[in-house]
């Protein structure tokens, strides 16, 4: 059974960094890709912020982080790491991590797309 689990969330002040983590265990295959996703506070949608195919390494960035978030394999199997750079209060949000049985393709930013969720982590950003 695949199992995510995210971790990392906290208060960070506008213009600071924080790191992500996501270990998704019970993965059977390489053929897989790990999104995240975020919900903003009040609201019910989901936004995309990145996927990543495990099998290539490559990176799909939603414009409103690109340039800011990366995103790198962790030390342990099944592990990423998503780095957050120049953080604005709008991106405070609930962050879950996702892994999907397919490859990010064109519609990566899709939550609905994804096959299995983490809980979700928090962060804040607010001075």
């Known amino acids: 059974q695949v199992q995510v689990v995210e971790s990392g969330g906290g208060l960070v002040q506008p213009g600071g960094s924080l790191r992500l983590s996501c270990v998704a265990s019970g993965i059977s295959s390489d053929y897989y890709a790990i999104g995240w996703f975020r919900q903003a506070p009040g609201k019910e949608e989901y936004e995309g912020v990145l996927c990543f195919s495990n099998i290539d390494g490559s990176t799909s960035y939603g414009d409103s982080v690109k340039g800011r978030f990366t995103i790198s394999r962790g030390n342990a199997k099944n592990t990423v790491l998503l780095q957050m750079n120049s953080l604005k209060p709008d991106d405070t949000a609930v962050y879950y991590c996702?892994?999907?049985?397919?490859?990010?393709?064109?519609?990566?930013?899709?939550?609905?797309?994804?096959?299995?969720w983490g809980k979700g982590t928090l962060v804040s950003v607010s001075a």
């Open positions: 996702a892994v999907s049985l397919l490859l990010c393709g064109s519609r990566w930013h899709v939550a609905n797309r994804m096959d299995y």
